[in-house]
């Protein structure tokens, strides 16, 4: 992932990452979310696996108390 970001968003020039206000472009934002996607995709690929499987045993035994809480901790 570092060398992702290495070569995706470290810039020779950041400055050129920020509007006039000092924000940054909407371009810049893109694509520093889409590396947040990608990142969290693979981290966290394990627990949603393991999430998804206790909100389907709480589905099939209609446990609505469980599956709400399971969905109102993620």
């Not at 909407?26 to 966290?44: D, G, H, S």
């Not at 690929?45 to 599956?67: F, H, P, Q, V, W």
Request: hydrophobic share 35%.
């Amino acid at each position: 992932m570092d060398k992702y970001i290495e070569e995706h968003l470290m810039l020779d020039d950041m400055s050129t990452c920020k509007d006039q206000f000092g924000y940054l472009t909407y371009e810049y934002y893109l694509k520093v979310f889409k590396t947040a996607l990608i990142w969290n995709r693979i981290t966290f690929a394990e627990k949603k696996e393991e999430l998804g499987k206790e909100r389907r045993a709480a589905l099939k035994k209609n446990d609505m108390g469980k599956y709400t809480e399971l969905i109102h901790t993620q």
